[in-house]
């Protein structure tokens, strides 16, 4: 969705979202069968923890030998920088979804949780 042209973000709408966001459904760490048995994620699974990393988007886009043992070890991923305001936020009217989405697609096709990260960061505000 890069140069996507959207109104700013209003501080109410920003606080609707976030309300949004604190109702949503969680899943217990049961409904998470995609990881085989013998993988971190599985073994933490059945002691009732999600295990996972933090995931580079440049990595992921370009990294096979990131992305395997990633989709065969992990339960849940964390957007390092992808889901980061810096990263979403080209200019003050365009944004860029690319590697966020890049990240859920791969989390999705894995069976993966994806553990929202902080949008507004001190070091990855844009300028």
Not at 41 to 56: K, T
Not at 77 to 82: D, F, L, R, S
Request: charged share 20%; net charge positive.
């Amino acid at each position: 969705m890069q140069g996507t042209r959207l109104p700013p973000l209003s501080r109410r709408g920003f606080l609707c979202g976030m309300a949004a966001a604190a109702r949503a459904q969680v899943l217990p760490v049961a409904a998470h069968a995609a990881q085989a048995p013998d993988s971190i994620g599985g073994a933490a699974a059945a002691h009732g923890i999600l295990a996972g990393c933090a995931v580079n988007g440049p990595a992921l886009r370009t990294d096979a030998e990131f992305r395997r043992p990633l989709a065969a070890q992990a339960a849940i991923v964390v957007p390092g920088n992808a889901m980061k305001w810096r990263e979403l936020r080209l200019t003050p009217t365009t944004f860029d979804y690319t590697d966020a989405d890049r990240l859920m697609d791969f989390a999705e096709r894995n069976g993966m949780f994806v553990r929202g990260h902080n949008l507004c960061w001190h070091l990855s505000l844009p300028d």
